[in-house]
C-alpha cells in the first residue's frame, strides 16, 4: 500500500520533533563535566567472608595485606621463585593476605591469629574493623588460639587503649610461650630478631598479667570441635587447629604456606621466618598430603583473601581450590 504525500511529510515532521525534544532533554540533564572526573576511592570495603560449618560459623578476617620480597625470603633454587611467580600472573614483592578465622560455636566465639595490630605497619591492623564489620564486638570473643606468636598473627591482641579483647583467654602452645616469652633468648637473639621477641611480649604479656593466658600441651581438645595439632617448623610451637561440626572437618594452617604460587608448587620450599627448615617442610607435606587426601576444607592465613578453600594433590605438587562464593548461609 502506497503512502500519501501528506503522511509522509507529517511522519518527517513528527519525528524531526521528537529528534528536537530528545536533543533538549540530553542538554538537560548530561552535566557539563565528564563523570569521571569524580575521584577514585581506591580502597575495599572492611574484608570478612562467612560460611558455616556444620553448625559452626566460620568468618574469614581480613586484617590487610603486606608486600613479601618473595625471591629474598624463600630459599628454593635460583630463577624458581621467579618463573613461578611469572606463571601465576604474579610480581615480586607479592601483596600478601594477612587473615584471623572466628569460629562461632554457638557457644563461644573463639578467633584464631588476631593480624597484626601496630606492629606491622599501616597496611596491616584491621582485623579490628573486619570484626566489627562482621557483626562483633570485640568484648564477645571468649577465646584468643594462636597459631604461633609472630607479630602478624599477634600484635592485634592489643588496641589504641590496651588489650583489644577484653574477655578473652589467650590459648598457644606452651612451647612458644616458653621460647618468645623469655627475656633470656631475646638478650641472645641477632638484633633483627629482637623486634619478634618485644612484639609477643608486648601482645601477651598483659593478658598473662591478668591472668588470662593459658598455654597448652601439643594435641590438646580446647574447646568441643576444635583440637590443636602439633605442627612444628615454623616456630617452636607452631600449632594447626582442626575444627569440626557435624562431620564436617577444617584445618586452619597458620604459616604453613607463605606464598602459594610457589609453596603449593614445590612444598620443599621455606621461608626465612622458619626456625628449623627442615621441620616446616616436612610439616607442610605431611599436613598437604592429609588434607588434600580427606579432602578437608583449609583455613590459610597468607593465601589470598578469604584464605578458604581445598587442596588437590597434582604429582609431588597442589592445586589450589577456593571455595566457591556464597551468600546462602544454612
Known sequence: M??????LRATAGVLASTALALAALGAAVMPSA???????????????YRMMLGAFEVTALSDGTVDV?????????????????????????????????????????????????????????????????????PEQVDEVLLTHPHPDHVGGLMGPGGVAFANATVRLDDADAQYWLSTARMDAAPAQGKGFFQGAMASLNPYAEAGRLKPFAAGAELLP???????????AGHTVYAVESQGQRMLLIGDLVHVGAVQLEDPRVTIAYDSDEPAAAATRRTVFAQAAKENLLIGAAHLPFPGLGRLRQAGSAYRWLPVDYTTQLK
Open 69 to 137: 620480597p618473595a625471591a629474598t625470603l624463600l630459599h628454593a633454587p635460583a630463577g624458581s621463585v621467579a618463573a613461578k611467580l611469572a606463571a601465576a600472573h604474579l610480581t615480586d614483592p607479592v601483596e600478601t593476605s594477612v587473615i584471623g578465622f572466628l569460629v562461632n560455636t554457638g557457644d563461644r566465639l573463639v578467633l584464631i591469629d588476631t593480624g597484626a595490630g601496630a606492629l606491622f605497619g599501616p597496611t596491616l591492623g584491621k582485623l579490628d574493623a573486619s570484626l566489627r564489620a562482621a557483626g562483633y564486638q
Open 2 to 7: 502506497s503512502s500519501s504525500p501528506f503522511s
Open 34 to 48: 565528564a563523570v569521571a572526573a569524580a575521584p577514585m576511592v581506591k580502597t575495599q570495603a572492611p574484608g570478612f
Open 225 to 235: 570441635g576444635i583440637r590443636a595439632i602439633a605442627a612444628r617448623g615454623h616456630s
